[in-house]
C-alpha cells in the first residue's frame, strides 16, 4: 500500500528501537539493564494523582478551550513568574500534549519550504524530523565533547544562511545533559536578535540542574524579544509525569493563536483529567521536584566516578538533565566501528541497553540515562566497563 512521500523524511526513533530490541531479549529470558530510558524512575507525586483522581470524580471529563482551561494557562505563566521572576499572559501560553506536540506545532506554525533552522549537535532526535516535516531544513551546528557540548555564538555564525529562519536550544540537553549558563543564553539572544533568527527554547529539564550550575532560562529573553523567542516545555521529566502528557507553550499570542488552530484540527485540546492533574503540580508543593533532583545528582556523580576509570573514555560532566554521553570511539575496532555496533553489541553481549550516538548526531559517544536506581545503575556500568576492556 502506498504511503505519503513526506514519510521518507522521517526515521523511526532510535531510542524506541533500542527499546523494542531489549524487550524482544527479556521476552526470550535474557536479563537486560536499561540505560537507555528517557523517562524518571520516580512515580507521579501523590497530590498531582489526587487531583486526577478528584477531576474525575467531579465529572471534569468533557471538552476543554483548545489551548487549555485558562486556569492552568494562568498556572504555566505562574510557574515562570514564580520561578523566574517573568510576568506572562496567559494569552501567550497553549497547552499540549507532551512537549513534543508543541515543538511539532510550533515547527508547523512557524515555518516555510525552504527555511533553515540551526541545530545545535548533539541534539535531541527529533528535531531534524520534525524540522523536515514541516517544510524546513535542519542545519546541524556541531560542538565537541572538549566544549561540554555547547555552541558558541562564533559557531552559529558560521552557520547562519539567508535563509535561517530559526535556532533550538535545548537546555540542559538531551543527550548530553549540557546547560548554558545565563550568560551564555544572553550572549544567544543578542546575537539571534541582531540577525532576525528565532530562538526555540525547550526547557523540558529547567528543573533538573546541577551544582554549581545554576537553573537559567529564557523567560527573560521572551518578556524583552516575544516576536524572536519561545520557550517549550513540559512536566514530563521534572514531576515524572510521562504518561500524563502534558506540555505547553509560551509564544507571542500570534504565534499560539496560530498554534491553537493547527491544534484544533489535529488532537484538540489535551486530556481534561490531565489538565487538572498539572494545575496541582504546578501550584503544588515542589518539595517532590526537589528530592528527584538530589537523587539524579547523586546518581550522576556514582556514574562519572565508574566512567572515569574506563581508559579510553571521555564523558563531560553534565550540569543537568539525567543523562551521560561518554566518547567511546577510543574503544572501537574493525567489529566495533561505530556507536550503531557498540551499543547493539553492549546489549546482546552485555545485557546492557544503550542508545547509539549516531541517532543525536554524534557517532564517537553513546547515550546512557542514570533514571534508574543507584543499584541498576552500578550494575550496568560494571557490566559496561567488563565488556570494553575486552575489546
Not at 154 to 169: C, Q, S
Amino acid at each position: 500500500m502506498r504511503t505519503a512521500l513526506r514519510m521518507r523524511l522521517v526515521a523511526p526513533s532510535a531510542t524506541l528501537g533500542m527499546a523494542a530490541k531489549a524487550a524482544d531479549l527479556r521476552r526470550q529470558g535474557k536479563a537486560i539493564i536499561d540505560l537507555s530510558a528517557g523517562e524518571p524512575d520516580f512515580n507521579t507525586p501523590q497530590h498531582i494523582k489526587d487531583a486526577a483522581k478528584k477531576a474525575i470524580d467531579d465529572n471534569f471529563t468533557r471538552y476543554t478551550p483548545v489551548p487549555g482551561v485558562h486556569t492552568l494557562r494562568e498556572a504555566i505563566a505562574g510557574y515562570f513568574k514564580t520561578t523566574y521572576g517573568v510576568p506572562t499572559p496567559k494569552e501567550a501560553i497553549i497547552a499540549t500534549n507532551g512537549g513534543k506536540q508543541a515543538l511539532y506545532t510550533l515547527f508547523m506554525a512557524m515555518l516555510n519550504p525552504g527555511d533553515e533552522v540551526l541545530v545545535p549537535a548533539p541534539y535531541w532526535v527529533s528535531y531534524p524530523d520534525m524540522v523536515r516535516l514541516a517544510g524546513g531544513r535542519p542545519v546541524p551546528v556541531p560542538s565537541t565533547p572538549e566544549q561540554g557540548f555547547l555552541v558558541s555564538v562564533e559557531d552559529l555564525d558560521k552557520a547562519i544562511t539567508p535563509a535561517t529562519r530559526a535556532l533550538i536550544i535545548n537546555s540542559p540537553s538531551n543527550p548530553t545533559g549540557a546547560h548554558y549558563t545565563a550568560e551564555q543564553l544572553d550572549a544567544i539572544v543578542d546575537w539571534a536578535v541582531s540577525r532576525d533568527v528565532y530562538i526555540v527554547s525547550d526547557e523540558i529539564y529547567d528543573r533538573l540542574v546541577y551544582a554549581p550550575a545554576a537553573p537559567a532560562s529564557m523567560a527573560s529573553a521572551f518578556a524583552l524579544h516575544p516576536e524572536h523567542v519561545a520557550i517549550v516545555g513540559g512536566l514530563s521529566k521534572s514531576f515524572a509525569m510521562t504518561g500524563w502528557r502534558v506540555g505547553y507553550a509560551m509564544a507571542h499570542p500570534n504565534v499560539i493563536r496560530a498554534m491553537s488552530t493547527l491544534q484544533s484540527q489535529s488532537t484538540s485540546n489535551i486530556c481534561s483529567i490531565a489538565q487538572k492533574a498539572a494545575i496541582a503540580a504546578l501550584t503544588g508543593p515542589m518539595d517532590c521536584v526537589e528530592e528527584m533532583r538530589q537523587a539524579f545528582a547523586r546518581r550522576r556523580d556514582l556514574a562519572l566516578s565508574i566512567i572515569g576509570t574506563w581508559k579510553k573514555a571521555f564523558c563531560p560532566t553534565p550540569s543537568g538533565a539525567f543523562y551521560l554521553f561518554p566518547c567511546l570511539s577510543g574503544y572501537y575496532n574493525d567489529t566495533v566501528p561505530n556507536s550503531t555496533a557498540l551499543s547493539e553489541t553492549l546489549l546482546t553481549e552485555a545485557g546492557v541497553a544503550t542508545v547509539p550516538g549516531v541517532a543525536f548526531g554524534e557517532d564517537r559517544c553513546i547515550r546512557l540515562s542514570y533514571a534508574t536506581a543507584d543499584a541498576t545503575l552500578e550494575k550496568g556500568l560494571t557490566a559496561m566497563a567488563e565488556f570494553l576492556r575486552k575489546l
